[in-house]
């Protein structure tokens, strides 16, 4: 079993965004702290994605589609669809992919 406090996984730096993540056979958990004013660029990736927010506010867009997230909010990003993500209030959130993003595996490993 695989067991971690999600403040003491090793972490790296994507701009102003603090990554953790967390990863098993076949899923991933990525634990993220950024502050107001943070933004994750619009971007894509193979990967099937959901956010869950725990603290903080944000707007998010999946595709053409912009939605106000908040505390346990969560959000679906389908494999391959372009979203972002502008940070509203200092925010943690979970981002979640299926398969296991080896690409914030490595950066992880190099930080």
């Known amino acids: ?19 953790r993540p967390f990863a098993g056979n076949e899923l991933m958990a990525v634990r993220i702290d950024a502050p ?4 994750a660029p619009a971007h894509s990736h193979p990967h099937e994605q959901m956010t869950l927010v ?3 506010r944000l ?7 912009w939605r106000e997230l908040g505390p346990l909010d969560i959000v679906h990003i ?8 502008v940070m509203e209030e ?6 979640i992919f ?8 490595q950066r992880q490993a190099e930080a």
């Not at 389908?78 to 993500?85: C, D, R, S």
């Open 78 to 85: 389908p494999g391959g669809v372009e979203h972002e993500a």
């Open 1 to 19: 079993m695989l067991t971690a406090q999600t403040a003491d996984i090793k972490s790296f730096m994507i701009g102003a965004m603090t990554l």
């Open 36 to 39: 107001k004013g943070a933004v």
């Open 90 to 95: 200092d925010a943690t959130f979970f981002d």
């Open 54 to 56: 725990v603290t903080g």
């Open 59 to 65: 707007r998010f867009r999946v595709g053409e589609e």
């Open 98 to 105: 299926h398969p296991v993003r080896a690409d914030l595996l």
